[in-house]
């Protein structure tokens, strides 16, 4: 179970560090701690891989990569692992999923996502990662996205949580 | 136009922002800039929505469950239903994309009830079918993303909404 310390440092974080000289103990400030505390806990979650990162969110369209594309593949279960490492690996990609299949109006297992400046470069990356991952067997789907309604980090509720 | 500082600052510093009481500091020492300089640029970006926060990235499902969210809904009624599904604090991103499922969400809730709970009053409140695709595996090794900012054409400020 998650210190619920830990899980208020989360919550406070998580709506993003304040732009200022000494962020950390804005931080500590508004929790009551003290800005080492602040500071090592959150290194120790990072350690932990609770935190898998800490830095810059960059909205992605506002820089020029229009073309987002989320790809799913139905690839046989008993290979998913190995082929989701290897597409992981691929620089265009920057998230990969395995999600249950839906019976027939979703069959598809396996997710990753390719942000792109265009689609034809998008469409261009999608046919090297069927290449190089020897995907040319499975069903797949292309789902680009057309527009974003809503995009922030998760808000956790700690109140609830104990 | 984005400078040489705004650069470095979306692309150095998505995985490893510094765990230390002067972080921009730190950011501005390593450039050879002063730390004025990193508040402002990042206070840029941030306001001209070129970055969402800097924050973490939390592992999916350590805390509360989360799951992926899939509808079908008529074109003609798809912004009503998209706000509506923004509306919901425990929704974090939202977005159109080109399928036969068109709106596709994250649902983040303390626990399984709550989780399901919400999805019952969207489908009341709707009237259509949300198929919930929870993560089951995540593959991903090659965190962050390296952007090309260089061969821009989208980034002046204000160029765009999206």
Redesign the interface.
């Given at each position: 179970m998650?210190d619920p310390t830990d899980?208020q440092l989360?919550a406070a974080?998580?709506?993003?560090?304040p732009?200022?000289?000494?962020?950390?103990?804005l931080i500590a400030e508004q929790l009551g701690l003290d800005?080492t505390d602040v500071?090592s806990r959150?290194?120790r979650?990072?350690k932990q891989?609770?935190?898998?990162?800490?830095?810059?969110?960059?909205?992605?369209?506002?820089?020029?990569?229009?073309a987002n594309a989320?790809v799913v593949f139905d690839v046989p279960d008993i290979l998913?692992?190995q082929i989701?490492?290897r597409?992981?690996?691929?620089?265009f990609?920057?998230?990969?999923?395995?999600?249950?299949r839906?019976g027939e109006?979703?069959p598809y297992?396996l997710?990753c996502m390719i942000?792109g400046?265009s689609r034809e470069k998008v469409l261009q990356q999608l046919s090297e990662l069927i290449e190089s991952c020897a995907l040319e067997a499975y069903g797949y789907?292309i789902?680009?996205?057309?527009?974003?309604?809503?995009?922030?980090?998760?808000?956790?509720?700690v109140a609830?949580?104990n | 136009m984005l400078s040489e500082l705004h650069k470095h600052l979306l692309n150095d510093y998505q995985h490893d922002f510094p765990l230390s009481p002067t972080p921009y500091l730190d950011i501005a020492n390593k450039l050879g800039v002063t730390e004025e300089a990193v508040l402002a640029a990042f206070s840029l970006l941030s306001e001209q929505d070129f970055i969402s926060r800097i924050g973490p990235i939390i592992q999916p499902n350590l805390i509360g469950n989360s799951t992926l969210v899939a509808m079908a809904i008529p074109k003609e009624q798809l912004l009503e239903v998209a706000t509506l599904i923004s509306n919901i604090p425990e929704v974090n991103h939202n977005y159109e994309r080109e399928h036969h499922f068109n709106l596709w969400f994250v649902l983040i809730a303390n626990d399984m009830e709550q989780l399901s709970s919400i999805i019952d009053q969207i489908e009341l409140k709707t009237n259509f079918k949300a198929m919930q695709l929870p993560l089951v595996e995540d593959f991903f090794i090659n965190l962050g993303f390296q952007l090309d900012l260089d061969s821009q054409s989208n980034t002046q400020p204000s160029a765009l909404s999206a």
């Open positions: 998650i899980l989360i974080v998580q709506e993003g560090l732009i200022a000289s000494r962020p950390y103990a800005e500071i959150l290194s979650l990072k891989g609770l935190i898998k990162r800490l830095g810059v969110i960059v909205k992605h369209r506002r820089l020029g990569y229009q989320m998913i692992k989701g490492q597409i992981s690996q691929l620089t990609i920057n998230l990969c999923y395995q999600r249950p839906q109006q979703w297992n997710f942000h400046k789907d789902l680009f996205s057309r527009q974003c309604f809503k995009q922030r980090g998760a808000i956790y509720s609830q949580k | -």
